[in-house]
């Protein structure tokens, strides 16, 4: 006879931890990973990840910084109560706080600033709402407009820190405009290419308080055959997928 018994979801394993995902709209997806791989580190004592979902991106920033404190903002409870157990068993959880509020509550109270800020954020600005709230929530900008998300970020930015996002293309080039308004200034920018005939689907971007040059260059993920991943792709990501 058929089990009614509901099929359990196994985490989603990296080499040195597992992210549980069961009760998450978004799940692990290659642009967490890739945001969290390729935020810039150097000198990074404090870090900030918000809407951080499962808890994935904090994780990651605590596996390459080993000696900082990293915090991290989730907005909906039952996602938040997903991420405070992620890292929980990670194994560096002593560095790892989840605080479940809005980012515009924790700005409001938080006293100090944090030396990198990373973010995959909300970034349908329009259209219609499909039936699956939970998932509508993270990809729309309701909850978290990206001019509140820059308010956020211009006031918890540390003076020489770094703010990193993933956005799709079109997305991505209006969130720079927005950004200057709020004197945060793009200074690095990576394409990203599912394969090399492909268009740029993601923008990878960092900003900074102070203008710069925007140094610019391209990631393309694989080659023609499915899961043939490209050189570039497996030596930013080999420290975490299990089988890179």
């Known amino acids: 006879m058929p089990s009614n018994k509901p099929e359990i979801e196994e985490p989603f394993r990296f080499k040195q931890f597992a992210i549980a995902q069961d009760r998450c709209s978004m799940k692990v997806g290659t642009d967490g990973v890739l945001l969290g791989a390729w935020a810039n580190t150097d000198k990074v ?145 990576t394409e990203v290419h599912p394969k090399a005939d492909k268009p740029v689907e993601r923008l990878l971007m960092q900003f900074e308080r102070e203008a710069k040059t925007c140094k610019t260059d391209k990631l393309i993920i694989q080659k023609e055959e499915r899961n043939d991943w490209r050189e570039e792709y497996v030596e930013l990501t080999k420290d975490f997928y299990l089988y890179m």
């Open 45 to 189: 004592h404090t870090a900030l990840d918000i809407g951080t979902g499962t808890g994935l991106i904090a994780i990651m920033l605590g596996q390459r910084l080993p000696e900082a404190q990293i915090h991290a903002v989730e907005i909906d409870e039952i996602a938040c109560e997903q991420a405070t157990e992620n890292a929980a068993h990670a194994p560096w959880s002593d560095r790892l706080h989840i605080h479940q509020e809005s980012i515009q509550d924790f700005t409001r109270r938080w006293p100090d600033q944090f030396d990198l800020i990373v973010s995959n954020p909300p970034f349908f600005t329009g259209g219609t709402f499909s039936d699956n709230q939970g998932r509508n929530s993270v990809r729309h900008t309701v909850k978290l407009p990206h001019n509140d998300l820059l308010t956020s970020v211009r006031r918890l930015l540390s003076p020489d820190g770094r703010f990193c996002l993933i956005l799709p293309l079109i997305e991505g080039l209006r969130f720079r405009e927005l950004a200057e308004t709020y004197q945060l200034y793009c200074t690095q920018i």
